[in-house]
């Protein structure tokens, strides 16, 4: 096994939005810090959203599913066990945030206390307020484009860009949401509504989950990679980690990873910060095993890899007379807090929010198409086909909520040693299964939504998907301040190896009901600016 770098004060396990958030804070302030990356970079002229063939580019190589994408520096997901919704992430720099939608909204303070107020899961260690600056600073990082003063929340800071439009179909659903006196908000996104640092204004190409070819999106390739290598971080790309590494003193002391050529290769550090989303932190730990730490590293809780939460969501379509523009983003264009909190009344405990987002291209115009004729026994194919796919096309507005799904450790990421990655490291099993309460919220969820889309004057809606995966992977490594009952503290320090932080989706106590990645970089910024504060007391290994 050949050293690598020389010895960093801060060695980053994953680069895609945590890990650029913390790269980027601890660059700031001189540290030394190197970042092991199993992807590559992105390039964005190879991105499909700006070409012809773009909805069969989604279907291959730029496929949000991992199994079916099978680029180098995937790993297998094993499903067979799971009835939720398929895995969907990105490896590689900027890592998902390549290929998320950039909706980009914070929870409410009652979610960190939905123990106290719901009777069900945990509260947080940490509130809203712990995160607000955070929150604040993370908006301008990633270029957040939205309305202040929702009044879905408390005062704050509004974001830092103007609101992109909502377009034709965003005032067409607002109309029915006013008429039924329910709760709506222009959409905030990490998109640039005009240019801010790295990022182009927006372009519109509506192809913002498949990447940007404008770089006009968040992701963490565009806002804070480039920045932080200027500060002096070493990106490595194409290393796999295959382990954690401690000292006789149970302190972190680096990792082992894989090059490009299959060589193991060690980089020491004096800190380590997990930064790989909450499945690929998981399968780490749990590859990290040893006779100190049997069951993985990390976890005498025996709670690595347990609670997972993915968000199931389901997607209304309505139709319209009405010709619409159907023109990006394509992260949200408006968003309801409407049905957000607990009310014992609907029957299921806590809630789901809602965004309005744009399908482009024929291939999702079809399926929009043949699912709502095929609700009325009509055929979709044949004679009718130029007519009907006119029919599909700009015709439709789409709400999709997200469903908060509660943490169950059932529901968990194990290694599978049956499936092997390119270099010979078992994979991952994701076995996972929706609750009657998250059954019972999504198909209440989805008659609103249908009820919202009627009252704007559809001719007809219908439930277009349900069950399908936003990308959030969440909960496998709880925040907490008991080290029986949780993996890190409220600062992300692993209870057992104190210079060991998990900053990813890992640590979320309960999932929220709203997307995470707003939230996942504001607790990774506070966790960098804790091992700045106490950079002088951080314990070095032997």
């Known amino acids: 096994m050949s050293e690598g770098s020389k010895h960093a004060d801060v060695l980053i396990i994953g680069a895609g939005a945590s890990g650029g958030v913390v790269a980027n804070h601890l660059s700031n302030s001189g540290l030394s810090v190197v970042t092991l990356e199993q992807g590559d970079w992105v390039s964005q002229g190879e991105l499909p959203g700006d070409k012809a063939q773009y909805e069969l580019l989604t279907t ?16 297998p997901i094993n499903q067979d066990d799971s009835e939720g919704p398929v895995v969907h992430m990105y490896n590689g720099v900027g890592g998902s945030t390549v290929m998320f939608a950039a909706v980009w909204v914070r929870p409410t303070p009652a979610d960190f206390f939905t123990k106290t107020l719901d009777g069900v899961a945990d509260d947080w260690p940490i509130t809203y307020d712990d995160l607000l600056p955070f929150y604040e600073q993370t908006d301008i990082e990633f270029g957040a484009s939205g309305l202040g003063g929702n009044p879905a929340y408390p005062p704050g800071k509004p974001p830092p860009l103007p609101p992109l439009p909502i377009g034709t179909t965003g005032r067409k659903a607002a109309q029915g949401m006013n008429a039924l006196g329910w709760h709506w908000w222009p959409g905030v996104n990490a998109i640039a509504s005009k240019d801010h640092g790295n990022q182009a204004q927006c372009q519109r190409f509506g192809t913002c989950v498949a990447g940007c070819p404008a770089g006009s999106k968040g992701s963490t390739d ?3 990679w480039p920045r932080a290598i200027r500060n002096g971080v070493q990106l490595i790309t194409g290393a796999r980690v295959q382990e954690v590494t401690v000292d006789a003193r149970n302190r972190a002391n680096g990792a082992v990873y894989m090059d490009r050529e299959g060589n193991r290769q060690f980089q020491s550090a004096s800190v380590v910060v997990m930064a790989a989303n909450a499945i690929g932190t998981s399968r780490i730990l749990l590859m990290s095993e040893s006779g100190r730490f049997p069951n993985g ?17 389901a997607t209304v379509a309505g139709v319209f007379d009405d010709e619409f523009d159907e023109i990006g983003p394509s992260g949200q264009k408006i968003g309801s807090m409407e049905f957000y909190e607990t009310d014992e009344s609907r029957g299921f405990t806590r809630g789901a929010y809602w965004t309005l987002y744009d399908g482009v291209g024929p291939h999702f115009h079809m399926m929009r198409r043949t699912l709502a004729e095929g609700l009325q026994d009509e055929s979709f194919w044949g004679s009718a086909f130029s007519r009907t796919m006119k029919e599909a096309a700009h015709h439709t507005v789409m709400w999709a909520s997200v469903a908060e799904d509660l943490p169950e450790e059932h529901n968990q990421v194990l290694l599978d040693p049956g499936q092997l990655d390119s270099d010979g490291l078992p994979g991952a099993k994701v076995v996972y299964s929706l609750s009657d309460n998250t059954q019972r919220l999504i198909d209440w969820n989805c008659d609103r939504m249908m009820e919202a889309l009627d009252a704007a004057g559809a001719n007809r809606s219908f439930v277009f998907l349900r069950n399908v995966p936003p990308g959030h992977v969440l909960g496998t490594a709880r925040m907490g301040d008991d080290p029986q009952t949780s993996v890190v503290n409220p600062w992300c320090q692993v209870h057992e190896v104190p210079n060991l932080y998990i900053v990813d989706g890992s640590v979320f106590v309960t999932g ?18 804790h091992i700045l504060e106490t950079a002088r007391f951080q314990e070095i290994p032997a």
Do not use: C
């Not at 291959?60 to 790993?75: E, G, I, M, T, V």
């Not at 590293?297 to 969501?313: A, T």
């Open 222 to 224: 565009v806002t804070h």
């Open 60 to 75: 291959q190589k730029w496929n949000p599913d991992p199994s079916l994408r099978r680029n180098p520096a995937d790993y």
């Open 512 to 529: 929220f009901g709203v997307n995470p990645t707003s939230t996942i970089a504001a607790i990774a910024k506070r966790a960098a600016a």
């Open 297 to 313: 590293l990390g976890n005498g809780s025996g709670l690595v890899g347990k609670r997972l939460m993915l968000h199931p969501s």
